[in-house]
C-alpha cells in the first residue's frame, strides 16, 4: 500500500484486536464458537486422559519395583514426560486462545483515511500480491498482503495458514509458531509415553502369561483396559502429530502457508531457510522453544519483505513503502 501523503510512516507492531473481542473461538458467529468448542473439549479430555494413564495407572503402579540404580532412570523418564506434556498442553492452549491475527483496527481505519485521498486498491484474486492491500471479496475490507478470509469465522487473518477445529481456531500470524509448537511437543510427549512404557505394551500387545501383572500384581481388567487404549491413542498421535509437524516445518523454512501452496510461479517471499523461519519464530533465540512471543519479531503480520521489493537492510523501516506495517530484514538491528 503506497502513499503519496506526507503523513509519516508509523508501525504497529504492538497492535492487537479491539477490546470486547473474546480470548479465543474468534468466529463471527455464535452458533460457531460453540460448536467449536466441542472438539476442543475432546482434545483437553485426551490431554488429561493421558497424563492420568501414565502418572496414576502406569507410574504409581511401578513404583515399588524402582529400586537401586532404576530409581533414578524412571524418575527421569516420568519428569521428561510431564515435561514434554506441559509444553504440548501450553502450546496448546496458546495457539487455542490467541488471536490468530485479525487485521488491526488501526490498519483498516488509515487505509480507509487512504480511500479518501484518492489511494488505489486491487482486487483479490487467487495467486500473489505483493503490491499492499487488496479488497476481500468477502466481508469487503481491505486487508493487506498474505491476509486471507476465514469462511468459518467470518473475518480475515494475517498470513493464515488454514483453519483448525481442534484447536477452536484459524493458524494465522500470531499463533502459527505456537501451533508448530503444539505439534512437536505433542509428538515427542506421546513417544515419550510408548517408548518408556515398551516392556507393559509388549506384554499386552502379545498376550503373555504376565499380561495382568505388566502393569504391577494389584492392575484391575479397568487399568489394563485404560493402559491398552491410552498407549494406541500416544503411538497414533505420536505419528500423526510428527507428519503434521514435518510438514509445517517444511512451509516454515520455505516462507509459504497451507494457502500458498496452491499458488503458482515464484514464491517472492522466501529469502532463505532462516530468513524465512525468522518471520515466523522471530530472531534465533531461546523463545523459539517456549510457546510466548518473539522476544524480537521480525514483522508485524501487515507487511512482509519480499525479492520483488529488494532488500531491506539499506533503509530504514520509516522509509518503506507500507504506512502502517513494518518490513524489516533479518540481518538488522531491531
Known sequence: LKSNSSRPARSVRGAHAPAGRPAGMYARNPLIKVVSLIPVFAVVGLFCFEWYVYNVVFVLSQMET?????????????????????????????????????VPDEWLNFVREMDTLGQERSSSHHGWHTRGATLCNHCQHKRPERAH??????????????HCPWIGNCVGFKNHKYFILMTFYGMLACGCFVLTAVPQVKGLLFGTVR??????????????????LAAVLAA????????????HCWLLMTNLTSIEVGYFGRNPYSLGIRENAQ?????????????????????????????????????????ETCPIGRRVDAHDDV
Open 236 to 247: 497414533s498421535f505420536s505419528l500423526a502429530l510428527g507428519a503434521l509437524f514435518i510438514s
Open 149 to 162: 478470509h476465514c469462511s468459518i469465522c467470518g473475518r480475515c487473518v494475517m498470513r493464515m495458514d488454514h
Open 66 to 102: 524402582w529400586v537401586g540404580s532404576s530409581l533414578y532412570i524412571n524418575l527421569a523418564r516420568t519428569s521428561m514426560f510431564n515435561a514434554l506434556w506441559l509444553l504440548a498442553a501450553w502450546s496448546y492452549a496458546r495457539s487455542s486462545l490467541t488471536d490468530p491475527g485479525l
Open 279 to 319: 518471520q515466523v519464530m522471530g530472531r534465533f533465540d531461546v523463545s523459539w522453544l517456549l510457546p510466548i512471543p518473539s522476544s524480537q519479531p521480525l514483522s508485524d503480520g501487515l507487511a512482509f519483505p519480499s525479492k520483488d521489493m529488494g532488500s531491506t537492510s539499506s533503509r530504514p523501516a520509516d522509509e
Open 211 to 228: 499380561t495382568r501383572q505388566v502393569l504391577g500384581y494389584g492392575a484391575s481388567a479397568r487399568e489394563l483396559m485404560m493402559f491398552s
